[in-house]
């Protein structure tokens, strides 16, 4: 079975920064695709980012240079990076992993697997 756990969220003043961990169990994460996303009150879920199995990843415009996506094979864990964190990126982020052999998009309906999501708040 598989599960994913997020953790790393919390309350920050734009600008500042914060790491989220997503630990994968019945799963490894370097054997396919994984991604974050996250959800606004009111709004519809988005992808952050992704990493593909080679170890690119790939980011939102919104995020890019902002964001950034690693992971810990020895560790099976998912990493997103976030600095100058701004209002607007206050949101409930998830991780999320493809089915092996799945497609690798930005779009959730690529992704078998979610964790229950972290709250990320940014305050002014």
């Known amino acids: 079975q598989v599960q994913l756990e997020e953790s790393g969220g919390g309350s920050v003043l734009a600008g500042g920064s914060l790491t989220l961990s997503c630990a994968a169990s019945?799963?490894?994460?370097?054997?396919?695709?994984m991604g974050w996303f996250r959800q606004a009150p009111g709004k519809q879920r988005e992808g952050v980012g992704l990493?593909?199995?080679?170890?690119?990843?790939r980011y939102a415009n919104s995020v890019k240079g902002r964001f950034t996506i690693s992971r810990d094979n020895a560790k099976n864990t998912l990493y997103l990076q976030m600095s100058s964190l701004k209002p607007e990126d206050t949101a409930m982020y998830y991780c999320a992993a493809t089915k092996g052999g799945g497609y690798c998009g930005m779009q959730h309906y690529y992704y078998a697997h979610w964790g229950q999501g972290t709250q990320v708040t940014v305050s002014s």
């Open positions: 019945g799963y490894v994460v370097a054997s396919a695709c």
């Open positions: 990493i593909e199995h080679s170890g690119s990843p």
